[in-house]
């Protein structure tokens, strides 16, 4: 089958390499932008994650000192919180670093402010060895804010609190606000 070379030219034409160039960056632009626009929001998701843990890990610990029928406690220091199970025999806290109660390591650096509130009975006591919070065998617990700020993700703040009696969640605060 012969065709007429002229026509052939006009409609048989490529792409250029400048074409072919030109829109390969605009795709390597656009999978660079969703790329990183869903690693930005896989960090937020991650960390959510994480302080959902941490509430449901406060509520098995509330559960586990009503089934035990002892005391449980939360020990909270700047980067970092452990749980505890009282001796009553001893007298002493001794952290209870078994599944699901132990510290989970996370790529974040971590920020914890606890704040307890004043409730009568509380024992008023500088000793370093009382936990933060305390999970009584009755399903009370002392009455907290609890605030956790994430320095790599700096708008967002997720605090816990309980009145001694509510169940704990995990509530995301944007501070960009």
């Known amino acids: 089958m012969l065709v007429n070379s002229s026509f052939a030219q006009k409609f048989a034409r490529g792409f250029t390499l ?20 869903f690693s930005a929001s896989n960090s937020y998701y991650s ?5 959902q843990r941490i509430a449901q890990r406060i509520e098995m610990a509330r559960d586990r000192a009503i089934q035990s029928n002892s005391e449980w406690g939360m020990f909270v220091d700047e ?6 199970n009282f001796d009553p025999i001893n007298g ?12 989970e390591k996370t790529k974040y650096t971590l920020n914890f402010k606890v704040t307890v509130e004043d409730y009568p009975g509380q024992v008023d006591s500088d000793d370093e060895e009382l936990p933060d919070l305390i999970f009584f065998s009755s399903g009370e617990v002392s009455p907290f804010e609890l605030d956790l700020n994430i320095d790599e993700l700096p708008r967002a703040t997720w ?6 009696f509510s169940q704990v969640r ?7 606000l």
């Open 92 to 103: 002493e806290w001794f952290d209870y670093t078994s599944k699901p109660f132990n510290s």
């Open 79 to 84: 980067g970092d919180y452990r749980f505890a």
């Open 170 to 176: 995990a509530q995301q605060i944007d501070n960009s």
């Open 159 to 164: 605090k816990f609190q309980s009145d001694g």
């Open 47 to 51: 960390a959510n994650a994480y302080a």
């Open 18 to 37: 400048i074409e072919i160039l030109v829109v390969m960056l605009v795709i390597g632009i656009a999978v660079g932008v969703i790329g990183f626009s």
